[in-house]
Every structure is written in structure tokens, then in C-alpha cells.
């Protein structure tokens, strides 16, 4: 069983953090993934550093534009993650732009993610349809996890089709702007996150944008199985550098 799969067994919500690999210096990516799982978080987004970066708000882009002037690489991160298993157990996704991925081949890149222990990928702007029909059989070989975003915006005959192509859970955005631009959720998104948990989905539904603190970790999951934090997370390396990353997470969720 995947370890995604295995670990949304679990009864506790879910606390995903997202970082930039390569940030805040190039060398530090392993010894946050350790920090972060030995500080409670269940899963971790590790995020392939992008030139143009679609979804992402400024606190995020900064951090892929630092990262990549200081080197930062596909191969690199490929490096930086070999024999992280040794040490690391919790589901490790790579969230990435598909033109990186494809420059490097799809086929080769699924390869080295099963080579390396990843579990699974977000890519934001490979469309469902697409990955269905053309690359599906390649991520099932290299037992990965294609997790599929929805939107507010999000048709509920789109939303049940992302569900019938998924098997592990559906990335659920809190809002159709861009990473790191809200605080707290409206009554509207409040809405959205229940009208989407009344549909009865096969996958569960990890909640992103706009996480920052328990109060917004707790709305987002009241009616979901988690929720993801990355603009927040990255603001605090800023301060912190790779520091605190226990202040951080128990401010999130207290033990």
C-alpha cells in the first residue's frame, strides 16, 4: 500500500507542510524534511523550484527564485533525496510545474521519484484529462499519486471525475487566488467546504491556501481530512531560518 493511502487511515486530521527545495540555502532541504517529521507533521510537499510559477503568491515565488539562482535543479533535488528513507517514513510528495517535468521526460522523472521514495505528485497545470489518457499508466508502474486540485470554480461533474482518476486524496483550494493571499475563511469558502464534504467523495480532501494558524488548520478541517500550510511555512523560514520548526508546528497544532 502506498504510504499516502496507509497514512490517511490514520484517525488524526492530517498536517501537510509544504517547503521549497533548495530554501532557504541549497543544502537544507533534507534536514527540514527530517525536522518536520520528527515534529508531528504527517505529510510533507516538497516543492521543485520554478521560474513561473502560476499558483504561487510572492512569499513562494521568492523562495523558487532564490532557490533556483543558488542552483537549485531537478537532478540536484534527485541527489539531495537519495537514501532519505533511512531516516524518513511519512508520505513525501513533489509538487512541481509540468514543463520541468517534461523537459526531463515523464517516464525518466516517475522513475527516479519511485527510485527515491516519493510517493506521489502534484502538478497544478497538468490537466485530469491529459494525465487519463497519456501518462496514467506510467505513475501506476512507478506506484505513484497523481493529486488533482479543485477550485471553488470546480464543476460537480469535473469534481467527480477528478474522484474516479484519483486513489489518494483530492487537493481541495480554499479559494481561486493564488497561495498566501487570504486570512481566515468567509462564510462562502465555509460553504464551499461543505457542500464538497456532502458529496460523499471516494478520496478525502486535504485543504489548501489560506492556512496559517490553528484557527484557520481547524476550520479547514472540520469538514475535511487536512490541510496543507506552505506560504506560512515558508514565511517562518525567513525569519527563523531553518529554526523553530517545532514553534512552528505546535503553533499550528498544539501537542
Given at each position: ?39 508531528g ?42 537514501g ?7 508520505p ?41 489518457e ?20 470546480t ?25 498566501g ?38 476550520q ?12 506560512a ?23
Open positions: 500500500m502506498n504510504r499516502i493511502n496507509k497514512k490517511l487511515q490514520e484517525e488524526q486530521k492530517m498536517l501537510s507542510i509544504y517547503f521549497t527545495a533548495g530554501y532557504p540555502e541549497p543544502e537544507d532541504t533534507v534536514s527540514i524534511i527530517q525536522d518536520l517529521e520528527k515534529n507533521v504527517d505529510f510533507i510537499e516538497i516543492g521543485l523550484p520554478f521560474s513561473d510559477p502560476l499558483a504561487d503568491g510572492p512569499t513562494i515565488q521568492e523562495s523558487s527564485t532564490k532557490a533556483l539562482k543558488s542552483g537549485m535543479t531537478t537532478n540536484k533535488l534527485f541527489e539531495q533525496l537519495k532519505i528513507r533511512d531516516s524518513v517514513e511519512i513525501l510528495v513533489i509538487m512541481g510545474y509540468f514543463n520541468p517535468i517534461l523537459q526531463y521526460g515523464v517516464e525518466k522523472f516517475c522513475k527516479k521519484c519511485a527510485e527515491t521514495g516519493i510517493d506521489g505528485l502534484i502538478i497544478p497545470d497538468l490537466p485530469v484529462d491529459v494525465y487519463n497519456e501518462y496514467k499508466s506510467i505513475f501506476e508502474e512507478n506506484g505513484l499519486q497523481n493529486i488533482f486540485l479543485i477550485t471553488p470554480q464543476s460537480e461533474e469535473r469534481i467527480r471525475f477528478i474522484d474516479s482518476v484519483s486513489n489518494g486524496f483530492i487537493y481541495m483550494v480554499s479559494t481561486a487566488s493564488v497561495t493571499s487570504t486570512s481566515g475563511f468567509s462564510e462562502e469558502t465555509r460553504d464551499y467546504f461543505k457542500r464538497i464534504s456532502a458529496m460523499k467523495l471516494e478520496n478525502p480532501q486535504i485543504v489548501g491556501f489560506g492556512i496559517s494558524d490553528e484557527e484557520t488548520f481547524n479547514a478541517t472540520e469538514f475535511a481530512k487536512g490541510a496543507i500550510i506552505g506560504s511555512f515558508i514565511k517562518h523560514l525567513n525569519a527563523n531560518g531553518k529554526d523553530n520548526i517545532a514553534d512552528f508546528v505546535k503553533n499550528i497544532r498544539p501537542v
